[in-house]
C-alpha cells in the first residue's frame, strides 16, 4: 500500500523509542497480561508483565517517587502532560498504579515495584488534604499540590477505586488502604455529594472550595466502588453506603434515560433548571463508555434487585441500535440527537469493560467471584492474595 512513513513510525516504536503513558500502559498492558497469566496460567504472560513493569520504573526517578505520566521507554526519560498544572503528576494516573505493582513483586520477586507504590502513600500521608480532599494536581519536584481541584470523575476516579481494591486484594489486610479509602469517601460525601430539587443524588466537581454542578459520565463508576465497599465500612454506615450507592446508579441511569438514543452523555448537570442532562455541545457524545454498566454488574451482584439487569438490558439494545455499524461499534457524537451521527470509532475499553461487565451482569456470582477477584480499572480481573498461601494459577478457581 506504500504506506512507508506509517511502517517506519511502527517499526521506531517496536524498536522502543516510544514514549506511552505509564497510567495507560499499566491498566491495559500489565494488567492485562497480568490477568492473561492467572486465568491461563501459562508462563509467557508472567514473564512478559514483568519484562514491562520494569521498562515503567525509570518514570519513578522524581525528587519525590511520584512517577512522570510520560515516559520514553527506550532513554527511561519522563515528563508530565504540558498542560497539567505547572508540571503536575495526575492523581488518577499515579494513583492508579498499586494492584498491578503489588502483583509484579509478587510474581517476580522484585520488592521494588511495591515500595513504589507504597512511598506514593507516605508522600500523599504526608500532605495537608484541603477538607480532607485530595487535589488532581501534585507536582512531582517539590511534593506539593497543583491547582486546588477535586473529582471523583476524569483526573481523579480510579485513585479512590484503587484504595478500596487495594484493601480487598490484601485480603483485607492493607489497613493503610481500607483507611484512606473510608476517610476519602468520607470527604467526598460531605464537599461534594449533593441532591438535586427533585431528590437525585449525583457528585459535583470541586474548584478550590466552588462547586460545578456537574457529574461526568466517569463519575458514574463511584455507585459501584460504595456498593463494593459498603460492608468494610463501620457497622452504623453500611446501610447509608449502600443506599448512596443505589441513588447514584438511579442518578446515572436517569442520564441514559433522559436522552434519545438512551446512552449516557460524557457529563451531565445539575443548574440552570436542568437535571441529569447535558447541556454544552462538548458534552453530548457517547464512546462507549463502561461506567454505569460497570455500576450496574456491581449492584446486581451486591443487591440482586432486577432492575440493574433490566437497566443493563436496556444498554445492550440501545448499543445495538445505535453503536452498532458494519466494521463493529461506534461512539455518537450527541445522544439526544433523533438519529445517531458516529465517531467512527471502538474504543479499546469497549471490548476490556463495557462488554465485560455487560456479561458479567448476566452471569451467575461464582464466574470470577468477588471474594476470590479484584477487577483492576480496565475490568482485568486479578487474584486477592491470600496471606496463609502462595496463590498460584492452578489454586485460583
Not at 19 to 30: C, H, K, P, Q, T
Not at 120 to 137: A, C, F, S, T
Amino acid at each position: 500500500m506504500s504506506l512507508h512513513s506509517i511502517l517506519y513510525q511502527s517499526k521506531m516504536w517496536i524498536l522502543g523509542n516510544a514514549e506511552v503513558s505509564v497510567f495507560e500502559v499499566n491498566i491495559r498492558f500489565v494488567g492485562g497480561l497480568l490477568s492473561a497469566y492467572y486465568l491461563s496460567g501459562k508462563e509467557v504472560f508472567r514473564q512478559k508483565a514483568v519484562e514491562l513493569g520494569e521498562k515503567l520504573l525509570p518514570a519513578f526517578k522524581t525528587p519525590t517517587g511520584i512517577p512522570w505520566a510520560l515516559l520514553n521507554l527506550k532513554s527511561g526519560i519522563g515528563r508530565n502532560w504540558p498542560w497539567a498544572s505547572g508540571g503536575s503528576s495526575i492523581l488518577a494516573e499515579y494513583g492508579t498504579l498499586h494492584l498491578e505493582f503489588m502483583h509484579l513483586s509478587k510474581l517476580s520477586g522484585n520488592p521494588n515495584f511495591e515500595q513504589k507504590v507504597m512511598n506514593i502513600r507516605k508522600v500523599l500521608n504526608r500532605l495537608d488534604k484541603p477538607q480532607g480532599l485530595y487535589p488532581n494536581y501534585l507536582n512531582p519536584n517539590s511534593g506539593q499540590w497543583g491547582q486546588h481541584h477535586v473529582s471523583v470523575g476524569g483526573l481523579g476516579d480510579s485513585f479512590y477505586e484503587y484504595l478500596l481494591k487495594a484493601w480487598l486484594m490484601s485480603d483485607k489486610t492493607d489497613e493503610e488502604g481500607k483507611k484512606m479509602y473510608y476517610d476519602a469517601l468520607q470527604a467526598i460525601e460531605t464537599n461534594l455529594m449533593r441532591k438535586s430539587s427533585s431528590g437525585l443524588t449525583y457528585i459535583a466537581e470541586w474548584k478550590g472550595g466552588l462547586l460545578e454542578h456537574k457529574m461526568g459520565h466517569l463519575t458514574c463508576f463511584a455507585g459501584g466502588m460504595i456498593a463494593l465497599g459498603a460492608d468494610g465500612a463501620p457497622e452504623d454506615k453500611m446501610g447509608h453506603q449502600m443506599e448512596q450507592a443505589a441513588e447514584l446508579t438511579r442518578t446515572c441511569h436517569e442520564s441514559y434515560t433522559r436522552t434519545a438514543m438512551k446512552l449516557g452523555p460524557e457529563a451531565f448537570r445539575f443548574d440552570g433548571g436542568v437535571e441529569a442532562i447535558a447541556t454544552r455541545q462538548n458534552e453530548k457524545y457517547y464512546i462507549l463508555r463502561p461506567e454505569v454498566i460497570e455500576t450496574y454488574m456491581y449492584m446486581w451482584r451486591l443487591t440482586h434487585d432486577p432492575k440493574y439487569r433490566e437497566w443493563g438490558w436496556e444498554a445492550i439494545q440501545a448499543l445495538e441500535q445505535h453503536c452498532k455499524v458494519e466494521g463493529g461499534y461506534s461512539g455518537i457524537r450527541d445522544v439526544y440527537a433523533s438519529t445517531p451521527n458516529h465517531d467512527d470509532v471502538q474504543q479499546s475499553f469497549y471490548l476490556a469493560e463495557t462488554l465485560k461487565y455487560l456479561y458479567l451482569l448476566f452471569s451467575d456470582d461464582d464466574h470470577l467471584p468477588f471474594d476470590h477477584w479484584v477487577f483492576n480499572t480496565e475490568a482485568h480481573p486479578l487474584p486477592v492474595i491470600r496471606k496463609d498461601k502462595n496463590d498460584t494459577p492452578n489454586e485460583v478457581e
